[in-house]
Structures are given as structure tokens and as C-alpha cells.
């Protein structure tokens, strides 16, 4: 047994018993990592606090490889990103992002791009000047950049099933990117899809873009967004739990507009 300490996400908390709780962690060295937290309901405790869902800590535990569950000795809070949860839009989009990195990291995997992509996802999302239109905006850009640290992010320029160099994008295939009029598709993309995917291929920072643009940003929410979900589900094989919260959260929100306007 060995004492270790790494930096981490809350990804999900379990009770175990009446005092203890599972806490499943997003790492940057150990990638996926499950603890048990001792006394952690116990009135008082110090870490009830730092352990809540979406927060940013410093963990030491001891390790022994033999073990699924490793047991928790320290915790400090680095980052509640208090601004982000008192936004339920934007604690959505955040729970899709670290939901994805984690879905796609084993246990034991060193994926320090990833952990540092949704540290920057999360530090974007969370500033106070960022609405929630454009953090939907962010989190496609975010989303896409963890594709590409995964090498899975679709291909936009050459037909995925036979090779073919494409000057028109038209047809996609969720098992890897466009392909040409001659094979196989599972869609047809319009020129507002294709646009918005080639600006997330493009983009260094997603911060330089002007947002105050209505249009630009609806097409994020409407298309882009369920478009990359629709192939991240394609390939983790399983849905996004947050991404059919972030749905729901969305119809309840039009129904509310709409109720409004007929009063
Ligand atoms: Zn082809």
C-alpha cells in the first residue's frame, strides 16, 4: 500500500453506509478512480463540503492495485465553481463535459490533455460574464477538442469509408465523419451543420469569437450540440445522462415561454 496525492473532479457520490460514502473521480494520472470517503456523513466533517459534484480537489489516498476502491485520507477544495452552479443551464453543460471526458478515460490512464481540456471548459463556462447561450457555444468547443484528445473527432474532409477527397460536404457517417454521395450515410448535414462543424475544427480559442451574434448561437444550441452528442452516444455506445437532462431542462423552458405568452 502506497500513500498518493493527485489532483481530481467529482464526477459521481454514492452512500455506502451510514457514515461512509463512494466518490468516483476524474483524475490526471490515474484517470478513472474510485474512493471510499470514511465519516464522511458524520455531522461536522470536513470534506462534506469539498465533495460535492462538478468540484475541483486535491486528493491523498492510499493505493494498492488489487483494490477497486481506494481509500481517501485527505481532501482540499481547489474549486467549487460557485458561479457555475448557481446557473442550472450551466451546471448542465459542465456535468456533459466532465460526464464525456469521463466516459471516454479507462482506470489507470495518464490523460492529462483531457483532465486540463475540462479544467479550461469549466474555468470558461463558470465566469459570470458568459451566458448561458454561449456557454453552449464553449462546451461544443470543448466537447470537440476531448474528441480529438481521444482521437475521435470526425472527419471532415476526406469520405471516411472510401478515402475519396471531398470539395462538398454533405453526408455523414456517425462511425467516423463525411462521406461521399456514393457510400454509405446516417445523415445529411445543411450548410449551417457544416459550417458550424469546420469553425469547431478551426478553432484555437474559442474565447476570440464575437457571441453577441443571436443566429450564430441558436445554431449551437439547435444543431451543433445535439449533433456532437448524437456522436459522442454513437461511440461511448451508452447515452449522456446530462445531455437528456440539458434536453429536458430546455423543453421545460420553451413550455414555460410559451405558457407565458398565452397569459
Ligand atoms: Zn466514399
Redesign the pocket.
Known sequence: MSANQTEAFVVHLYDYSETSRIIQFLTAHRGKMSCIAKGVHRKNNPWSFSLDRLNRVEIFYTWKSTREVQTLTEVNLIDSYPELKRDIKKQVLASLILETAFSMTETEQKVLKTYTQVCKAFEHISNSGISSEHAVFLTCCHLWQILIHNGIEPQLHI?V??G?PLKEVRHFSFQGGV??E??KSDKTLDSEEVRGLQLLQYLEDPLNIPYENKAFLSLFEKKILPFICSFITFHLRHPLKSYNVFQELNHITIQGVNHEKQN
Do not use: A, D, E, Q
Request: net charge positive; proline share 0%; hydrophobic share 10%.
Open positions: 469520405c469509408r472510401c475519396k462521406v461521399c456514393n457510400c
